[in-house]
Protein backbone atom coordinates (compact mmCIF):
# COMPACT_ATOMS: atom_id res chain seq x y z
CA UNK A 1 0.00 0.00 0.00
CA UNK A 2 1.65 3.19 -1.05
CA UNK A 3 0.45 6.17 0.88
CA UNK A 4 1.17 10.12 0.78
CA UNK A 5 0.68 11.73 4.33
CA UNK A 6 -0.14 15.36 3.64
CA UNK A 7 0.27 18.30 6.03
CA UNK A 8 1.30 22.06 6.48
CA UNK A 9 4.96 21.67 7.34
CA UNK A 10 5.84 18.53 4.77
CA UNK A 11 7.10 19.59 1.48
CA UNK A 12 5.07 16.83 -0.42
CA UNK A 13 1.63 17.13 -0.66
CA UNK A 14 1.56 20.32 1.61
CA UNK A 15 -0.63 22.01 -0.89
CA UNK A 16 -4.04 20.00 0.11
CA UNK A 17 -3.51 20.71 3.92
CA UNK A 18 -5.67 23.51 5.12
CA UNK A 19 -2.78 24.59 6.51
CA UNK A 20 -1.25 25.39 3.16
CA UNK A 21 -1.50 29.77 2.74
CA UNK A 22 -3.41 30.29 -0.57
CA UNK A 23 -6.24 32.04 -1.15
CA UNK A 24 -9.80 29.90 -0.60
CA UNK A 25 -13.06 31.41 -1.71
CA UNK A 26 -16.20 29.37 0.65
CA UNK A 27 -20.25 30.84 -0.51
CA UNK A 28 -18.40 34.49 -1.60
CA UNK A 29 -16.24 34.89 1.41
CA UNK A 30 -12.57 35.08 0.60
CA UNK A 31 -9.79 33.52 3.16
CA UNK A 32 -5.86 33.31 3.34
CA UNK A 33 -6.36 29.44 3.45
CA UNK A 34 -8.62 26.05 3.61
CA UNK A 35 -7.82 26.43 7.79
CA UNK A 36 -9.52 30.19 7.61
CA UNK A 37 -12.05 29.78 5.88
CA UNK A 38 -13.04 26.15 7.56
CA UNK A 39 -13.64 27.56 11.06
CA UNK A 40 -14.62 30.93 9.39
CA UNK A 41 -17.44 29.13 7.69
CA UNK A 42 -17.94 26.99 11.19
CA UNK A 43 -19.53 29.99 12.61
CA UNK A 44 -20.74 31.73 9.93
CA UNK A 45 -23.13 27.93 8.94
CA UNK A 46 -24.12 27.72 13.02
CA UNK A 47 -24.99 31.26 12.57
CA UNK A 48 -27.61 31.04 10.59
CA UNK A 49 -29.83 28.71 12.83
CA UNK A 50 -29.15 30.47 15.91
CA UNK A 51 -31.25 33.83 17.00
CA UNK A 52 -30.66 36.41 18.77
CA UNK A 53 -28.19 38.08 19.57
CA UNK A 54 -26.04 34.72 19.20
CA UNK A 55 -27.38 34.81 15.42
CA UNK A 56 -24.76 38.23 15.51
CA UNK A 57 -22.09 37.01 17.74
CA UNK A 58 -21.15 33.87 15.43
CA UNK A 59 -21.39 35.62 12.63
CA UNK A 60 -19.62 38.18 13.87
CA UNK A 61 -16.86 35.79 14.68
CA UNK A 62 -16.88 34.21 11.82
CA UNK A 63 -15.75 37.15 9.61
CA UNK A 64 -12.74 37.42 11.30
CA UNK A 65 -11.32 35.01 9.35
CA UNK A 66 -11.55 36.46 6.18
CA UNK A 67 -8.73 37.78 4.73
CA UNK A 68 -9.53 41.33 5.69
CA UNK A 69 -10.67 40.35 9.27
CA UNK A 70 -8.79 40.24 12.46
CA UNK A 71 -7.54 36.75 12.33
CA UNK A 72 -7.15 36.91 8.05
CA UNK A 73 -3.01 37.40 8.38
CA UNK A 74 -2.57 34.37 10.84
CA UNK A 75 -1.11 31.28 9.89
CA UNK A 76 -3.15 27.83 10.24
CA UNK A 77 -2.22 26.63 13.72
CA UNK A 78 -2.85 30.16 14.81
CA UNK A 79 -6.02 30.33 13.00
CA UNK A 80 -7.05 26.51 14.64
CA UNK A 81 -6.45 27.82 17.87
CA UNK A 82 -8.98 30.61 17.33
CA UNK A 83 -11.47 28.09 15.35
CA UNK A 84 -10.89 25.31 18.43
CA UNK A 85 -10.16 25.61 21.82
CA UNK A 86 -9.27 29.53 22.59
CA UNK A 87 -11.75 30.75 20.48
CA UNK A 88 -15.40 31.11 20.56
CA UNK A 89 -17.04 28.29 22.16
CA UNK A 90 -20.27 26.19 20.54
CA UNK A 91 -22.59 24.87 22.56
CA UNK A 92 -23.45 21.21 22.58
CA UNK A 93 -26.85 22.09 20.03
CA UNK A 94 -24.07 24.55 17.55
CA UNK A 95 -21.34 21.54 17.33
CA UNK A 96 -24.06 19.01 15.91
CA UNK A 97 -24.80 21.89 13.37
CA UNK A 98 -21.37 21.74 12.80
CA UNK A 99 -20.76 18.25 12.48
CA UNK A 100 -23.46 18.08 10.18
CA UNK A 101 -21.68 20.65 7.82
CA UNK A 102 -18.26 20.49 8.58
CA UNK A 103 -17.89 18.15 5.90
CA UNK A 104 -19.75 20.30 2.94
CA UNK A 105 -17.69 23.27 4.15
CA UNK A 106 -14.86 21.13 3.74
CA UNK A 107 -15.72 19.69 0.08
CA UNK A 108 -16.24 23.12 -1.09
CA UNK A 109 -12.51 24.34 0.01
CA UNK A 110 -11.02 21.13 -1.52
CA UNK A 111 -13.30 21.93 -5.00
CA UNK A 112 -12.22 25.52 -4.40
CA UNK A 113 -8.04 24.27 -4.40
CA UNK A 114 -8.86 22.23 -7.28
CA UNK A 115 -10.31 24.54 -9.34
CA UNK A 116 -8.23 27.74 -9.13
CA UNK A 117 -4.66 26.06 -8.20
CA UNK A 118 -2.11 23.66 -10.83
CA UNK A 119 0.04 22.61 -7.86
CA UNK A 120 -3.01 21.05 -6.27
CA UNK A 121 -4.18 19.17 -9.88
CA UNK A 122 -0.62 18.44 -10.21
CA UNK A 123 -0.03 16.67 -6.37
CA UNK A 124 -3.30 14.54 -7.35
CA UNK A 125 -2.14 13.37 -10.78
CA UNK A 126 1.53 12.28 -9.00
CA UNK A 127 -0.29 10.53 -5.80
CA UNK A 128 -2.76 8.03 -8.50
CA UNK A 129 -2.49 5.18 -6.86
CA UNK A 130 -1.87 6.15 -3.29
CA UNK A 131 -3.72 6.52 -0.69
CA UNK A 132 -3.96 9.91 0.56
CA UNK A 133 -3.52 10.31 4.06
CA UNK A 134 -3.95 13.63 6.22
CA UNK A 135 -2.20 12.25 9.50
CA UNK A 136 -3.15 12.48 12.99
CA UNK A 137 0.33 13.55 14.50
CA UNK A 138 1.62 12.28 17.81
CA UNK A 139 -1.68 10.24 18.34
CA UNK A 140 -1.29 6.97 19.33
CA UNK A 141 -2.78 4.23 17.68
CA UNK A 142 -5.62 3.29 20.17
CA UNK A 143 -6.53 7.06 19.99
CA UNK A 144 -6.54 7.79 15.92
CA UNK A 145 -9.39 5.34 16.14
CA UNK A 146 -11.76 8.15 17.28
CA UNK A 147 -10.26 10.34 14.81
CA UNK A 148 -12.76 12.23 12.20
CA UNK A 149 -10.51 13.94 9.77
CA UNK A 150 -7.34 12.58 10.26
CA UNK A 151 -6.36 8.97 10.08
CA UNK A 152 -2.73 7.10 10.14
CA UNK A 153 -1.44 3.62 8.38
CA UNK A 154 -0.43 0.70 10.68
CA UNK A 155 0.70 -2.49 9.62
CA UNK A 156 -1.19 -1.87 6.49
CA UNK A 157 -4.57 -0.65 7.71
CA UNK A 158 -5.88 2.63 7.54
CA UNK A 159 -7.08 3.92 10.88
CA UNK A 160 -9.58 6.32 11.69
CA UNK A 161 -11.77 8.29 9.75
CA UNK A 162 -9.08 10.23 7.28
CA UNK A 163 -12.09 12.34 5.94
CA UNK A 164 -9.99 15.17 4.42
CA UNK A 165 -7.87 12.06 2.98
CA UNK A 166 -11.22 10.39 1.48
CA UNK A 167 -12.37 13.90 0.03
CA UNK A 168 -9.02 14.50 -2.00
CA UNK A 169 -9.36 11.26 -3.26
CA UNK A 170 -12.55 11.26 -4.44
CA UNK A 171 -11.86 14.71 -5.96
CA UNK A 172 -8.72 13.26 -7.77
CA UNK A 173 -10.34 9.57 -8.75
CA UNK A 174 -12.89 11.33 -10.37
CA UNK A 175 -12.10 14.78 -12.08
CA UNK A 176 -8.82 13.51 -13.26
Same mark, same amino acid.
Not at 72 to 76: L, R, V
Given at each position: ?E?????????E?RE? !????E?????????? !?S????????K??????? !????????????? %?????D??F?????G?LK??????????N??????????????????? %?????N??????V?E???G????????????????S???????????????N???????E? %?????
Open positions: MVLKFFGNKKGL !SNFWGRVEVDGRVY !SGEGAFHGSYIEVSKV !SEGERRGLLEEYG %RKFEIGEGSMNGEKKGGKKGMRLEDEIGVWNRMGVVVQEKIC %RYKYDYDVVKELSSRKILVHPAMRCKEENVKKWWEGKVVDGVLLGGKLGNIWMI %RDVDL
